[in-house]
């Protein structure tokens, strides 16, 4: 662990293949309570990221936090990342080969801002957030924090057959952590803004999993079908499943995940 970098929280249970846990925009790694049990045959890192939870802030961009948890986090671990956390899972896998065994990205886009064609000719533009939301996000932060998170993880909920039930599971989780400052909180949008990785996903040679929900309203259906499939990539999507399927539909989720990291830990 190098001494000059913030902190990171990890909350290490059980022993095995080491698997770390990247959470999304707005909560922390209680949000990943309910697979405990289930997750209870390998070393699980439940990982803070940075600025988020218990973990200290590194203003630094993408690649700065990806320095920064391959440093700190075991090498050759299995990553899983959800949101926001698959994307910073996608950069460390990108700039850290070493750190990263087999990757795992939950409800996450290369690129989560929708994106126009950039020629005449080109008629496929990026699906994804519109710029509009993200920016009402941005402004409504400097007005009420905490209601701005509400708002966000009520979204990331929606489209799921247990919304409300959802929701009240979620809040509860994220609120046993701190919240994250309104800088954080800023900075993490603007990575959801800025950061594409799509030409770069070719540098991604590990075992990947890439699990989806159909009614997913921040990573839409199609991203999936347009991405490039490779021999080392595996698609899961969830067709009743929302932004949350680990919280929505915990059973369906852990059916596909668990086999695909067993493969992955001998």
Same mark, same amino acid.
């Given at each position: !662990?190098?001494?000059?970098?913030p902190k990171l929280?990890?909350?290490? &249970?059980?022993?095995?293949q080491?698997l *770390?846990?990247l959470h999304?925009?707005?909560?922390?790694?209680a949000v =990943?309570?309910p +697979?405990?049990t289930a997750? /209870?045959e390998y070393?699980?890192?439940?990982?803070? +990221?940075?600025?988020?939870g218990?973990? @200290?802030?590194?203003?630094?961009?993408?690649?700065a936090?990806?320095?920064?948890?391959? #440093?700190?986090?075991p090498?050759n671990? &299995?990553?899983?990342?959800?949101? +926001?956390?698959?994307?910073?899972a996608s950069?460390i896998a990108?700039?850290?080969?070493e750190?990263?065994?087999?990757?795992? %990205?939950?409800a /996450?886009s290369?690129? =989560? !801002?929708?994106?126009? #064609?950039? %020629?005449?000719s080109?008629?496929?533009?990026?699906p994804?957030?519109?710029? @509009?939301?993200?920016a009402?996000? /941005?402004?409504?932060?400097?007005?009420n924090?905490?209601? %701005?998170?509400?708002? =966000?993880? #009520? *979204?990331q909920?929606m489209? /799921?057959d247990?919304?409300?039930?959802?929701?009240?599971?979620?809040?509860k989780?994220? $609120?046993?952590?701190?919240?994250?400052?309104?800088?954080?909180?800023?900075?993490? +949008?603007s !990575?959801?803004r800025?950061?594409?990785?799509?030409?770069?996903?070719? $540098?991604i040679?590990?075992?990947?999993l890439?699990?989806?929900? @159909?009614?997913?309203s $921040?990573?839409p259906k199609?991203?999936?079908? &347009?991405?490039?499939?490779?021999t080392? %990539?595996?698609?899961?999507?969830?067709n009743? #499943?929302?932004?949350a399927?680990f919280?929505?539909?915990?059973?369906?989720?852990?059916?596909?995940?668990l086999?695909?990291?067993?493969?992955?830990?001998?």
């Amino acid at each position: !662990m190098q001494s000059n970098l913030p902190k990171l929280d990890a909350h290490i &249970i059980g022993e095995g293949q080491d698997l *770390i846990l990247l959470h999304g925009w707005g909560v922390n790694s209680a949000v =990943f309570h309910p +697979l405990q049990t289930a997750l /209870s045959e390998y070393r699980v890192h439940y990982v803070d +990221l940075p600025g988020f939870g218990n973990s @200290k802030e590194n203003s630094g961009d993408i690649s700065a936090w990806a320095a920064q948890l391959s #440093a700190q986090l075991p090498k050759n671990a &299995i990553w899983l990342g959800w949101s +926001l956390g698959g994307l910073v899972a996608s950069q460390i896998a990108i700039n850290h080969p070493e750190s990263v065994k087999a990757l795992i %990205t939950v409800a /996450s886009s290369p690129c =989560f !801002m929708a994106q126009e #064609a950039k %020629t005449d000719s080109e008629q496929v533009t990026w699906p994804g957030i519109a710029p @509009k939301v993200l920016a009402q996000f /941005s402004t409504q932060l400097n007005v009420n924090l905490a209601k %701005t998170v509400e708002r =966000f993880l #009520a *979204i990331q909920a929606m489209g /799921s057959d247990s919304a409300k039930d959802d929701i009240v599971t979620i809040k509860k989780l994220v $609120l046993a952590k701190p919240l994250p400052s309104q800088s954080v909180l800023d900075q993490g +949008l603007s !990575m959801l803004r800025t950061v594409d990785l799509r030409d770069q996903l070719h $540098l991604i040679e590990q075992p990947w999993l890439r699990i989806w929900g @159909k009614c997913d309203s $921040l990573v839409p259906k199609k991203i999936p079908t &347009i991405l490039p499939q490779v021999t080392n %990539t595996t698609d899961v999507i969830h067709n009743k #499943a929302s932004h949350a399927p680990f919280i929505s539909h915990p059973q369906a989720f852990l059916d596909e995940l668990l086999p695909w990291i067993k493969k992955q830990a001998t």
